[in-house]
């Protein structure tokens, strides 16, 4: 026993882990690769909202604000004064910390969809505000990172097996922030609020101060991946950072995986991406639109008939195969 | 004996209606007091200004001898106060051993600690059979013994218990004056807004009545029921039905 958690599990992770780090030396193919570097950044990003969306609950549709910040905070620093975007992805997370709090001290003044509408406009208004001011951020039409060849202490690789260990360095700093959170206290705080703010309240949880300080972590963690996305794909430009897609598919594979689970954002991005990789290279050129309609059939599937995502019909089986064994323990 | 809750010319207005006027009542230690009235005559907003869901227009609450007016609801608990709500609000997700750790974090963060203070009020309120049930799934009599026991955890010095017979058949009233009956002999302070009068009588020895936000009548339940002002504006409603005393 070792944090809680069983050998039996310490084994199937250490398999895991050991699967996840010898696959680039397996897979060479660069489409696959940069399937599962996707899979592996937009599964960070989902676990990242899930902490605040799924466990408490408030749907935020504006992390692309985030996002966004940790990407130009970083590429400024970068192509400003050549600092390590190492760094810069850390001074972009502080940064998006800073920023979630007037964010969040607005938005966290309005509950159900007035909250979501409203982290919708404040992603959309740093957009525009990338987009108006030229001078220290190159506008509308953004600006290539320079490249440097193989570069690791600039977070520049030659291969993408490079890239794909950074995504999953960060998605297991994601996956561990949430076990911890889950375990403990602060785990029961928010999903209480997420199920009852006032009587949350009415046992001496302090929703608002819990709500800000969920909202700095996740803030702070999708703020990495938006650095780690500009280093990948050596481009950054206002529509791309504060793009409202990466808002919504970081709810989407939380809601589709499950909300408020450890694994859900993990495998909700691994259904969505594989599927809308693969059906965008097989039909992508030919039938335009297919992969979206494919994409919301997917979701409106969950929504009507699994609520609670891939996670309950995964815990469902799990527990119709072991049934026996769980009434034991 | 000392006074635990002290309550001075409260008043709340929401817009033109004035849901408490004047209110002032006190609550000794270890004593369990009854907010009666009929409809809409203010004891639910009476609990909500004295836990903090909403900020009285003047008056003073001192709970415990501190001035708790402004404080915010998770504050109010903190000082040892907690409360129940009419409409049981339980997380419904949750276990009932995890909604009730949940209160108990309150006191200690740690996971253990919790837990073993969680299993004790479970306990103490009957539910041991169901803590690994989801709360959603419980009966209502048992989501109002969760609503206790959650509040319990907290360790309050004095409890707030808003209708909690309301919806139960009468031997589930039976059990819940026993278990109000219990709480008292631990020594906690109870205030309780009920309807069931069989009930009232049984658990309190003081009763405050209100009626159109103000303070009618206050005594033990003998003077209460011979209170010709009470009779007229509560008692009597029962048997002669007024249209004018529902609503507000």
């Not at chain 1, 250490?14 to 940069?34: K, M, Q, R, Y």
Request: aromatic share 10%.
């Amino acid at each position: 026993m070792m944090f809680g958690i069983s050998t039996r599990v310490w084994l199937l992770l250490a398999a895991g882990a050991a699967v996840l780090i010898a696959l680039p030396l397996v897979v060479t193919s660069s489409f696959a690769i940069d399937i599962c570097i996707r899979i592996l950044m937009f599964s960070f990003i989902g676990v990242a909202w899930n902490l605040m969306g799924g466990y408490a609950k408030q749907l935020s549709l504006g992390h692309a604000a985030y996002f966004g910040l940790g990407a130009y905070t970083s590429t400024i620093m970068q192509i400003n004064y050549g600092i390590s975007p190492w760094i810069g992805m850390v001074a972009g997370g502080v940064v998006a910390m800073l920023a979630s709090l007037p964010i969040g001290w607005l938005c966290f003044r309005l509950r159900g969809p007035y909250f979501t509408i409203a982290t919708i406009a404040t992603a959309q208004a740093l957009m525009l505000i990338f987009l108006k001011f030229r001078d220290f951020a190159w506008g509308a039409e953004g600006t290539t990172i320079p490249n440097l060849g193989n570069a690791p202490l600039m977070m520049q690789f030659e291969e993408k097996a490079g890239y794909y260990y950074v995504a999953l360095g960060l998605l297991a700093l994601g996956l561990a922030i949430t076990y911890q959170m889950e375990k403990s206290w602060m785990g029961y705080y928010l999903v209480a609020i997420g199920e009852d703010e006032d009587a949350a309240e009415a046992i001496g949880v302090n929703a608002p101060r819990i709500k800000r300080d969920i909202y700095l972590i996740s803030s702070f963690l999708t703020a990495l991946a938006g650095t780690f996305y500009t280093q990948y794909i050596y481009f950054i430009d206002p529509a791309t950072a504060f793009s409202f897609n990466i808002s919504i598919e970081a709810a989407l594979v939380s809601i589709v995986g499950g909300i408020g689970t450890l694994w859900g954002p993990v495998i909700g991005t691994i259904l969505l991406e594989t599927t809308s990789a693969l059906l965008q290279s097989w039909l992508g050129s030919s039938l335009g639109g297919v992969q979206l309609t494919v994409y919301s059939l997917i979701l409106m599937a969950v929504i009507l008939w699994r609520p609670t995502g891939l996670m309950g019909i995964m815990t469902e089986w799990y527990q119709r195969l072991f049934r026996r064994r769980s009434v034991q323990t | 004996m000392e006074d635990a809750l002290v309550i001075q010319k409260m008043s709340k207005r929401f817009g033109g209606l004035r849901a408490v006027q004047d209110v002032s009542f006190s609550v000794k230690k270890g004593e369990t007091v009854a907010l009666i009235g009929p409809n809409g005559a203010g004891k639910t907003t009476s609990f909500n200004l004295i836990t903090g869901f909403h900020r009285p227009d003047s008056g003073s609450i001192r709970a415990l001898g501190r001035e708790i007016v402004g404080l915010r609801p998770h504050d109010v608990c903190a000082q040892g106060l907690a409360r129940t709500f009419q409409v049981a609000k339980p997380f419904g997700a949750m276990t009932v051993q995890a909604n009730v750790m949940t209160g108990a974090f309150l006191r200690n963060k740690s996971v253990d600690v919790a837990r073993e203070k969680a299993s004790e009020v479970i306990e103490f309120v009957g539910l041991s059979a169901k803590e690994q049930t989801p709360a959603r799934d419980l009966t209502t009599i048992d989501q109002r013994r969760l609503e206790m026991a959650r509040a319990l955890a907290t360790q309050p010095q004095i409890l707030l218990l808003d209708e909690v017979m309301a919806g139960l058949n009468p031997s589930e009233i039976d059990q819940a004056v026993a278990l109000i009956g219990k709480l008292s002999e631990r020594g906690l302070t109870i205030v309780i807004v009920e309807h069931v009068m069989r009930a009232i009588m049984a658990v309190a020895r003081h009763i405050v009545v209100l009626d159109h936000g103000q303070k009618i009548a206050e005594g033990n339940p003998r003077e209460i029921v011979e209170n010709p002002e009470v009779v007229r504006a509560y008692l009597g409603s029962a048997h002669v039905a007024t249209p004018g005393e529902t609503g507000a």
